[in-house]
């Protein structure tokens, strides 16, 4: 399958901070999109991006679909407790191809 | 409520057995996917079918197998074949192949 790389692998940060991670790959992909997982559960979709260059938001949440179409970031303002869980990158191509997560903490 | 139901939640079996997992959606979606998820790796695709009576293989097809005999149902076997089962299964369901998958909340098999 496709491998995309997800960075950084874990992230610990201070609540009330600023979160950003990126999901680069070889591959062109025709869609990008973002899951959360909480621990235990199945993942949950955040975000998806349709187009190269479009720029989206869900309240605090922000990701952008890379020019390149191998790319894609997203952003979290103002982080809070709750935005703990781990972040997967998914690209679309046929099939959907997901990042490795990167595992975020919040400490309050 | 609609969503994706997943049993058991836990489950634990010797070695060389097969195992089953249940998966029912009430989205009527028309795809449905089973994931393995290990530490560390992002979700490896294992089966999915599109429509009811078909499904293709993943990227880790091997030991394990399916069936979509109704829309709403997508049980995956987990077979003595597969060489290390022990792996958080997840399901999920889509209307059309835009990669919004709805997942269920997993399955956890331990194989001892």
Redesign the interface.
């Known amino acids: 399958?496709q491998q995309?790389n997800?960075s950084p692998?874990s992230m610990f940060i201070q609540e009330g901070e600023d979160v950003s991670m990126n999901c680069t790959s070889s591959s062109i992909f025709n869609?990008w999109?973002w899951?959360k997982q909480d621990p235990?559960?199945?993942?949950?979709?955040l975000i998806?991006l349709y187009k190269a260059g479009e720029l989206t938001s869900n309240g605090r949440l922000t990701a952008q679909f890379g020019i390149t179409r191998k790319d894609s970031f997203l952003n979290i303002s103002a982080s809070i407790p709750s935005d703990v869980g781990i972040y997967?990158c998914?690209g679309?191509i046929d099939?959907?191809?997901?990042?490795?997560?990167t595992r975020l903490t919040v400490i309050p | 409520d609609g969503g994706i139901t997943q049993s058991p939640k836990y489950l634990f079996r010797k070695e060389g057995q097969n195992v089953t997992l249940s998966c029912e959606q009430n989205l009527n979606h028309d795809a449905m996917y089973w994931y393995r998820q290990d530490p560390g790796q992002g979700l490896r695709l294992i089966y999915y079918s599109q429509i009811v009576n078909d499904f293709q293989k993943g990227d880790i097809a091997e030991g394990y197998s399916v069936s979509r005999e109704k829309k709403e149902s997508f049980p995956l076997t987990v077979t003595s074949a597969q060489k290390n089962p022990t792996a958080f299964y997840l399901c999920a369901s889509s209307q059309g192949r835009t990669g919004e998958l709805f997942f269920g909340e997993g399955s956890r098999l331990t194989v001892l």
């Open positions: 399958g995309l997800q692998q869609t999109l899951y235990g559960e199945g993942p949950v979709l998806a997967f998914a679309l099939n959907l191809f997901f990042g490795t997560g």
